[in-house]
């Protein structure tokens, strides 16, 4: 569990500097510049995510099981993950009329990608990892809706679609084989 919760401590950590302590992070920029900073912030949330995604691997072999989620929450975190998926394509794409709507489509899908395997796992190792997770996009949210970050103006209807098409096809692709291939497990219940 070591190096699964230091590679979350590294990647939230770096990724959480905006909400707990922005002010040194102005400073930091404007000292270093904005490039150099942005590079170490690259390279730092790389090594943290490369923790979390080596420590899952080996914690979740031998995780305790704190609880043993019905089956039933099973089918539901399959039905929120298209959501998180049509979530992120709103937030990568261009501006629709979602984009606005929605103000923080990455968060919206951390949020609910972090939920929805909460709810399909119990063993330590997915509460820690996905937890955290849930976690740290609730603290952003907040801090983005303090700092009073611009919520883009509404752009043409064919990104949502284009947002949803791209959803769908890259949900359909992880349930029917990226999940399995990349993690080792079905999300099939």
Known sequence: MFVLILGLLIFLGVHSVRIFAPDWRNRRIAAMGDGPWRGLYSLTALIGFALIVWGFAIARQDAPILYEPPDWTKHVALALMLFAFISLAVFVL???????VLKHPMLISVKIWALAHLLAN????S????????????????SVKRRGDKVPAPGPAK????????????????????HEWLIGVTPLP
Request: glycine share 8%; no cysteine; aromatic share 14%.
């Open 94 to 100: 261009p501006a629709g009329r979602l984009k606005p």
């Open 122 to 125: 119990g063993d330590l190792a």
């Open 127 to 142: 509460l820690l990892l996905f937890g955290a997770f849930l976690s740290w996009a609730v603290a952003d949210r907040i």
């Open 159 to 178: 990104w949502d679609l284009t947002a949803a098409i791209a959803g769908v096809l890259l949900y359909v692709l992880f349930v029917w084989r990226l």
